[in-house]
Structure formats: structure tokens, C-alpha cells
T-cell receptor, first 115, second 113 residues
């Protein structure tokens, strides 16, 4: 299985809602990532989990809260988002975080719209 | 500031031609380099990884790496309209105590029949 799955595919939420994005991989990878991508821009790193521990938080606002329940699952909890948070949210995984182990495979993404 | 630079394009090539996509990077210590293809509205798809100087071929794709010149390129032979996409160059860089992929802005490729 060489696939990263993400649910939901699309999400529309109001600024007062709480929602979660989910990501799953069964490649035995030990690093998982959340990226945010705006139209016509490259992916922008948000969080990195390595061996189920948060290793990188790229100064992301606290309205985004990541969680890694186990080595195959990654969640992103959303609360009190702003319209400017509307974007494609991408999950990725890799064997590790350095050198060729940082070969990252992306899921299909969740298209988020904040009203 | 660690950077990866790409020409944003669009790069327009006729069907059957060779498309040449280029990328330069600022961190001389980088060791791992990746090319991703991204269709409009879709997620990035890894198409090539390269770690050593020289050429690496996979089907119609050839990645070329020159660490001395801090330059990596992707050649697409016999370009097809289905190759029309944005190609992202990504470089593994060390900074702030950890490794992370730094993406270029992407080059948009248009292959016309």
C-alpha cells in the first residue's frame, strides 16, 4: 500500500465551528506532515511529527491543533478559523526526516472553505 | 534565507518535444532533491528523487544534479499534453535545528498538440 488517504475531501465551515481533518498511511512511515497550500503557491509546512512526537511547529496559530494518535494516523483539529485560512490542506508521510528518508508522499488533500 | 528558485513559466512546448525545467538552490549543504508534478486542483505527486551528481533516468523523465553549481533540472522527453501541469522542485535543507523540504514556486508546463 503506497497511499496516503485524507478525509474529508471538501469541508465548508463557519468561523465558530470546530472540525477535524484526518490523514492515514499504511506504508510504515515514521514521519507525517501537515502542509497548507494556497492557489498558485507551493505547499507551506505547518507541522511535522516524527515517531509520533511533534518535532516541528512552523509558528502556526493555535486555532490549528495537530494530533498523532499512532504511527499511521494524523489529525488536524480546527477551531475559530478565519476566511483567510481557506486553502488546500495536505498531509504527507516519509520514512524519516533526513536525506533520502525525507522522500515525502502526499495525500489528495482536503479543500477547506471558511465562511 | 534558504531558497529554492524556479522560473514560474509558463513553459510552452509542442507535443513530442523535450521539456527542460530548471531549479537552483541556496544551501550548498543540501543532499536530497525531489521533483513533484501537480495538476490543477490536485495534490503534488512525487515523480523523481535524486541524491548524487549526474543524471537519473526513469521512463521519459531524467533528473540532473550538479551540486557544485547548486542546480537541479528535470527533462521530460516526448512531451505529451497530459504532462501539462505545475512542476515543483523541492530541496531538503537543514535550518533551525531540523531538516525540512523547501519548495520552489513551481514551473507551469503547457504541452500543446
Amino acid at each position: 500500500d503506497t497511499e496516503v488517504t485524507q478525509t474529508p475531501k471538501h469541508l465548508v465551515m463557519g468561523m465558530t465551528n470546530k472540525k477535524s481533518l484526518k490523514c492515514e498511511q499504511h506504508m510504515g512511515h515514521r514521519a507525517m506532515y501537515w502542509y497548507k497550500q494556497k492557489a498558485k503557491k507551493p505547499p507551506e509546512l505547518m507541522f511535522v511529527y516524527s515517531y509520533e512526537k511533534l518535532s516541528i511547529n512552523e509558528s502556526v496559530p493555535s486555532r490549528f491543533s495537530p494530533e498523532c494518535p499512532n504511527s499511521s494516523l494524523l489529525n488536524l483539529h480546527l477551531h475559530a478559523l478565519q476566511p483567510e485560512d481557506s486553502a488546500l490542506y495536505l498531509c504527507a508521510s516519509s520514512r524519516g526526516t533526513s536525506g533520502e528518508y525525507n522522500e515525502q508522499f502526499f495525500g489528495p488533500g482536503t479543500r477547506l472553505t471558511v465562511l | 534565507q534558504k531558497e529554492v528558485e524556479q522560473n514560474s513559466g509558463p513553459l510552452s512546448v509542442p507535443e513530442g518535444a523535450i521539456a527542460s525545467l530548471n531549479c537552483t538552490y541556496s544551501d550548498r549543504g543540501s543532499q536530497s532533491f525531489f521533483w513533484y508534478r501537480q495538476y490543477s486542483g490536485k495534490s503534488p505527486e512525487l515523480i523523481m528523487s535524486i541524491y548524487s551528481n549526474g543524471d537519473k533516468e526513469d521512463g521519459r523523465f531524467t533528473a540532473q544534479l550538479n551540486k557544485a553549481s547548486q542546480y537541479v533540472s528535470l527533462l521530460i522527453r516526448d512531451s505529451q499534453p497530459s504532462d501539462s501541469a505545475t512542476y515543483l522542485c523541492a530541496v531538503n535543507m537543514w535550518g533551525g535545528g531540523y531538516n525540512k523540504l523547501i519548495f520552489g514556486a513551481g514551473t507551469r508546463l503547457a504541452v500543446h498538440p
